[in-house]
């Protein structure tokens, strides 16, 4: 397994923020692609994840910690970019600074520093796909180096087809895209502690999955 670091966090935030800052032009109350929330919206929403996830790694958490984030009513684009920024480094911090032992609290399964650092930036990463494909930027793509770390770390159970580029495949992992003769997923989820051995991965798949 491949550890996700809090430099590659950080690098991460650089490139979702610089492509979100391209669009800060645009209508935001327009709908983001494969959503039911808004541009705006979704923007929240991705601060609130990033900051809820520093939030349980510093306090190492046993449970979910019940934080609510949200964005003033009248913050314009350029300003939910800057709470996406500010999360998104806040998170990088806690990484940074939590030791190997650490653990804390998900859904997705209890996971330690270099989980939290994959899952934030695979919200960040997606939610700015989301948000740019709304707003008309559907040329964008994600770094394939970050996706084919994150599928690593948090999608072992994903199919990797030689035919996709890693982007290509956490997209489809994510269902956002299809892979030839796959159906598009409808359920998805990803693992912040799947069991390792050698030369084999356990984690428990829906019959969508299999």
């Known amino acids: ?15 979702a923020v ?11 109350s327009l709908p983001a692609a494969g959503l039911e929330w808004s ?7 991705l ?19 019940p934080l609510t984030v949200g964005a003033a009513a009248e913050a314009a684009p350029d300003a939910l970019i800057d709470l996406v920024e500010a999360s ?3 998170l990088a911090a ?12 998900h859904r997705a399964g209890a996971a330690g520093a270099d989980g939290f650092a994959a899952m934030g930036a695979t919200e960040l990463l997606l939610h700015a796909h989301d948000i740019l494909h709304g707003l008309g930027r559907a040329d964008w793509t994600g770094s394939a180096h970050t996706g084919a770390l994150i599928l690593d770390r948090l999608f072992p159970h994903a199919p990797r087809p030689a035919s996709a580029d890693a982007w290509g495949s956490l997209l489809a992992a994510t269902g956002r895209a299809d892979l030839p003769g796959l159906p598009r997923r409808r359920n998805w989820r990803w693992y912040g502690d799947p ?3 050698a030369g084999v991965v356990l984690c428990e798949i829906g019959p969508s999955a299999a």
Do not use: K, N, Y
């Open 1 to 15: 397994m491949t550890l996700f670091t809090a430099g590659d966090l950080t690098r991460t935030v650089a490139e």
């Open 18 to 28: 610089g492509a979100l800052r391209e669009v800060a032009d645009r209508d935001w």
């Open 39 to 45: 541009c705006r919206d979704t923007a929240v929403h």
């Open 47 to 65: 601060t609130s994840d990033l900051t809820a996830f520093a939030a349980q790694l510093a306090g190492r958490a046993d449970s979910w910690l």
């Open 88 to 90: 998104g480094r806040l």
């Open 94 to 105: 806690a990484v940074f600074a939590a030791d190997p032992q650490d653990r804390a609290w």
């Open 195 to 197: 069991i390792r051995g």
